[in-house]
Nanobody, 123 residues
Framework: QVQVVESGGGSVQTGASLRLSCAVS????????MGWYRQAPGEQRELVAS???????KYGPAVRGRFTVSRDYVKNTLSLRMTELKPEDSAVYYC?????????????????WGTGTQVTVLA
């Protein structure tokens, strides 16, 4: 089985910085895209940032210019450096990874999700 575990959440003040980490472990042959999503109460889940297997990054419009995502292809970890935090950034942050568990040519990848880490930004 594949495990996805987030860490690094907490309560900070407006304008502060925070770093989140995600570790993927278990039965892994290779990993496609990895990403961060977030969800506030009563709101839809939204993309924060992602990194494709090619290294291409994408950012959600609300965090572009403030957050930086980085990926370690050897350790299968994903980090999110958040700066200039605002109360609107408060949410549960989830890590996801598209994982191949077999080297078979006919195998298919599946998405795996962590249980999330809470980020609260105080005004």
């Amino acid at each position: 089985q594949v495990q996805v575990v987030e860490s690094g959440g907490g309560s900070v003040q407006t304008g502060a910085s925070l770093r989140l980490s995600c570790a993927v472990s278990g039965r892994i042959f290779s990993v496609g895209v990895m990403g961060w999503y977030r969800q506030a109460p009563g709101e839809q889940r939204e993309l924060v940032a992602s990194v494709a297997s090619t290294g291409t990054t994408k950012y959600g419009p609300a965090v572009r210019g403030r957050f930086t995502v980085s990926r370690d292809y050897v350790k299968n970890t994903l980090s999110l450096r958040m700066t200039e935090l605002k109360p609107e950034d408060s949410a549960v942050y989830y890590c996801t990874a598209n994982v191949y568990t077999s080297g078979s040519l006919a195998s298919r990848a599946s998405d795996h999700w962590g249980t999330g880490t809470q980020v609260t930004v105080l005004a």
